[in-house]
């Protein structure tokens, strides 16, 4: 993929990630945050956002929903993963998406209705299996950091790994999950 079409497709991630179905401000992608996780030296982005909600006086307003996007990337660069979270003292994660470049590895069949790109990303939610997503967008070029090898990021029940043998995802409650490497890519 070149870096025409990374920048062009990345135009929407911000939005897709947080699922926010009503208008979306975003106050940018590449924000930096004082969070820290364990092993990771660099600012974390961060992107707020707000949807739009109607007045008495039926004009909109924009109201704040608190959700942050924290960016990371395998030490390579090949795979690029945001956690949405909820902002505030208690972080609670929503997601974790992570795209790869380059692979080896065929995805599962592309589902009838999907539209868009398909096998490039999977989603991890709370409580929900890992998957394939069908988007039009990336995550790769989003200016996720590098975290390294033995870095890990832990936002509420949202876990995620870097090691030699790829990225790896899990949701610390139901134990779904998911790995990814330029060779293979494992749910469980």
């Given at each position: 993929?070149?870096?025409?079409?990374?920048?062009?497709?990345?135009?929407?991630?911000?939005?897709?990630?947080?699922?926010?179905?009503?208008?979306?401000?975003?106050?940018?992608?590449?924000?930096?945050?004082?969070?820290?996780?364990?092993?990771?030296?660099?600012?974390v982005?961060?992107?707020?956002?707000?949807?739009?909600?109607?007045?008495?006086?039926?004009?909109?307003?924009?109201?704040?929903?608190?959700?942050?996007?924290?960016?990371?990337?395998?030490?390579?660069?090949?795979?690029?993963?945001?956690?949405?979270?909820?902002?505030?003292?208690?972080?609670?994660?929503?997601?974790?998406?992570?795209?790869?470049?380059?692979?080896?590895?065929?995805?599962?069949?592309?589902p009838?209705?999907?539209?868009?790109?398909?096998?490039?990303?999977?989603?991890?939610?709370?409580?929900?299996?890992?998957?394939?997503?069908?988007?039009?967008?990336?995550?790769?070029?989003?200016?996720?950091?590098?975290?390294?090898?033995?870095?890990?990021i832990?936002?509420?029940?949202?876990?995620?790994?870097?090691?030699?043998?790829?990225?790896?995802?899990?949701?610390?409650?139901?134990?779904?999950?998911?790995?990814?490497?330029?060779?293979?890519?494992?749910?469980?």
């Open positions: 993929m070149n870096d025409a079409n990374r920048s062009t497709r990345h135009a929407g991630i911000c939005a897709a990630v947080a699922g926010v179905v009503t208008v979306t401000v975003l106050a940018g992608c590449n924000g930096s945050s004082d969070w820290r996780p364990e092993g990771f030296a660099a600012s982005g961060q992107t707020r956002t707000a949807v739009a909600t109607q007045t008495l006086d039926k004009s909109l307003k924009l109201a704040p929903v608190g959700i942050e996007f924290t960016h990371f990337a395998s030490p390579t660069g090949n795979i690029e993963c945001v956690i949405t979270s909820s902002d505030g003292t208690d972080a609670v994660a929503r997601s974790v998406r992570c795209d790869i470049d380059e692979r080896d590895w065929s995805p599962p069949p592309e009838a209705d999907c539209e868009l790109d398909y096998g490039h990303a999977v989603v991890l939610g709370p409580g929900a299996p890992a998957e394939f997503l069908c988007a039009g967008d990336t995550t790769i070029g989003s200016g996720g950091e590098p975290l390294p090898y033995g870095g890990t832990t936002i509420g029940l949202i876990r995620c790994e870097s090691a030699p043998s790829g990225v790896s995802c899990r949701d610390i409650a139901s134990g779904n999950g998911f790995s990814m490497s330029r060779q293979e890519y494992r749910f469980f």
